[in-house]
């Protein structure tokens, strides 16, 4: 008995030093990888305030159990133009330099990490992935505003100690047609800024962006269509995700790096997983399809390891008058699923 078992202790022994000589020859390091960026993106996206705000706007987010807010300084692209306006007087206080650096520091006051997310708003209300130009002009236009107002934002994020940084939002047609701006785009910004880089990729375009090795983790804004019910079961939603998760944790393994849900959330309304990127204001308030949503969102991915959490969408700086049981937007303040979350981020 007493041979037998040393007969299995050098035969697991010697497993073990072949798995670990063949990751040192390979390269691999996903444990290492992965285990990097804990604790987990418990985190909100924070709508910028139209006028100052005080610290105590980030006690809620605290008292959610939330360790990371996104801060979002709206860049805006007019109809029929090709540049970017940013920074400039008649946008709100947190979309500005002096908002964004005094809500970096409030945040961090409390404990709560920064992702800066810049993102554009196009003027005639179109998807931003869908953004195309015509001519050669026009696009070397938005190439140089676009980088300059990514460049300006870098530098004041990486000025205020903001943890991470996300270079560009839902751009499939930009990304596709202007492959080398965006690789260049982020090799400039590795030289402005020290913390952490991502992209948010939508939902169903995710995959073809091509510069996820340079990046440090793998950012997609989680609208992906699961059931078309009124109000779906957790069950119903966590069977529907069953396709999505396949192509999620395929492409990370390929990629070798954490995923986190730049966007996630849904409308407490009727329908509200059949299409959950619809921001329009109709529909029968539906508390529960909202909680039903979130907590199979929950119960898919937060325990995979190589699941780095999510920011929801989205969170507004006074509290006490967001969100509640008249609300059928995507706010989970004075819901229902305002508990599920916080119990969720505190576990």
Known sequence: MLRKTMYSSLILSFILSLNLACNKETGSHQTSNI????PQHRGVSFVSPPNSTGPEAF???VS???NWTAIIPFGFVRENQS???YNLSWQWWG????GVSVLTNQAHSKNVKIMIKPQIWLRNGAFTGDYNLENEADWQELQATYYNYILHFADLADSLGAEAYCIGTEFKNFIAKRPQFWSDLIDSVRVHYSGELTYAGNWDSYQAFPFWNKLDFIGIDAYFPLHDGETPSVSD??????SHYTSISSHQAQINKPVVFTEYGYRSVD???????HSGQGGNVNELAQKNAYQALYQVFWDEKWFDGGFLWKWFPDHESAGGQENNRFTPQNKAVEELIRAKYGS
């Open 64 to 66: 959610l159990n939330a």
């Open 271 to 277: 329908f509200c997983t059949k299409e959950p990127w």
């Open 95 to 98: 979309e500005r330099d002096e």
């Open 35 to 38: 285990e990097s960026h804990r």
């Open 237 to 242: 939603c966590v069977q529907e995700w069953q």
């Open 83 to 85: 540049n970017v306006e």
């Open 59 to 61: 006690d809620p987010i």
